[in-house]
């Protein structure tokens, strides 16, 4: 954008009228986006008596407050429709993906943008499921949690643990140009953390799962599948020949595939403003899980069941329902920010149920889950609202059919998501033009300039909010 003009330079652009000055500005469109930053020259003097906070004089800022509109960055990884619940990896609809191809398949095609060729997935699945050995001090590290830690706990911070191993993939060591170079020596360190990191996220989740069960751990297994080596790994008690049953083990595959990005959402987000100061990627991975534990990203999985559980039998759907609507509860699994109508990998996770229960049984939530779904589904409050189940609703249900802990099923969300974290992550390093740090603008509305007075001189703020809360000591 130049100077201000009354002429717009092409259709593709918009025209803005600023109505304190009076000056006319065009601003380009470029797929459908506008630059942020185009809106920082309009700058008009400041009003008498506004705030000298406002930076008025220099330029409007651009406010949205939790992200509702704005785009961070360009990116070939991952495509949603959420009004036409659409999901699509590098072009593939999601629904192809979960019926023909596996979760290490796909994250090869998120991580690099294209399937592979036998010979190149061979050689992506080996260097991945080689990784999946931890040293051996791992297994104190994991021991070092209090006997009840939550699993999250623990995985988060075995990832940045993980980082401290390799001093040859820490940029703060090794130059900060590391992995944006681009060219084949970074390429291959940057791809060397990629194998560690998606092929340790299941050793590490399984010794976070056997450290509380008072398990020995298990060195991961050659010759089977990453989810395969998943459940041996969790489930192995030195059965003589054990395997996982295959239709859980496929089951869950399933389920790490769908799991396996979902474009800019909270953690991928966290992963990219975390990876843009160009701290390791072990560093950026431990905040991504992180910002996935919370109920509102990973933990709404387990929030279904414990809802479930509080709910207890469908006779008790009506009153639940009436409780959400008047803001008392929440209908966790249902509402998302992007679909605006049925996520379309719920609908593969409730079939993928119905194969599970074969193996272990109904649940008995289901018939509560699924009285509760058709109520919602029909519910003026839920459709004026366009929200509909997300991966959430159903997924928590598979994984307590398979006997994982409730507090586990975070951690079943985020080992998937390491390979959409590391896609991102991987296609920032090497976008055109270098890495930008992410630093956002703040609309400050805090006090103006105030002079120190001494302590003897002061009143007393007060009030809830004002200062620290008194709190109870126990033994
Ligand atoms: C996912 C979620 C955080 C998206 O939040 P968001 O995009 O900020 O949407 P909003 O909170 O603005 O919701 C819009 C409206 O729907 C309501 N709403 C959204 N999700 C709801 C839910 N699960 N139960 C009841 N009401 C819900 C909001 O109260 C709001 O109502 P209002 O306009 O009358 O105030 C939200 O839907 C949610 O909390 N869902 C439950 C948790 C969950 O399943 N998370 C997993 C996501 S994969």
Known sequence: MGQPTATPDSVNSLTVHDNRTGKVYNIPIVDNSIPATAFKTIQAPRAPGEREENETEKGLRVSDKGFLNTAVLRSEITFIDGDAGILRYRGYPIEQLALHSSHLETAYLLIYGSLPTKPQFKIFETEVLHHGVTHADAEQFCRSFRYDAHPMAILTSAFAYLGSYYGEANPSLQGQSLYTRGNAASLEIMDKQIYRLIG??????????????????????????????????????????????????????????????????????????????????????????????????????????????????????????????????????????????????????????????????????????????????????????????????????????????????????????????????????????GVKIWRPRQIYVGASKRDYVPIDERVAVEGLRKGPSAISHSG
């Open 200 to 433: 340790k996220a299941t050793t590490l989740a399984a010794m976070a799962y056997r450290v509380r069960q008072g398990r020995e751990f298990v060195t991961p297994p050659t010759g089977l599948s990453y989810t395969g080596s998943f459940l041996y790994q969790m489930d192995h008690l030195g059965e003589e020949n054990y395997t996982p049953n295959p239709i859980l083990e496929k089951a869950l595959d399933v389920l790490f595939l769908l799991h396996a990005d979902h474009e800019m959402n909270a953690s991928s987000t966290t992963v990219l403003q975390t990876g843009s100061s160009l701290v390791d990627p072990y560093s950026a991975i431990a905040a991504g899980c992180a910002s996935l534990y919370g109920p509102l990203h990973g933990g709404a999985n387990e929030a279904v069941i414990r809802m479930l559980i509080s709910i207890g039998k469908p006779e008790n759907v009506p009153a639940f329902l009436e409780a959400v609507k008047k803001r008392e509860k929440v209908l966790s699994g249902f509402g998302h920010r992007v679909y605006k109508t049925s996520d379309p990998r719920s609908f593969i996770v409730r079939k993928t149920a119905d194969e599970v229960f074969k193996i272990t049984g109904k649940d008995e939530l289901l018939e509560t889950a699924m009285a509760l779904h058709a109520a919602a589904m029909k519910d003026e409050y839920f459709i004026k609202r366009k929200l509909a189940p997300n991966v959430d609703f159903w997924s928590g249900l598979i994984y307590r059919a398979m006997g994982f802990p409730l507090d586990f099923f975070p951690v079943l969300f985020a080992v998937p998501r390491v390979v959409g974290w590391l896609a991102h992550w991987r296609q920032m390093m090497l976008q055109e033009g």
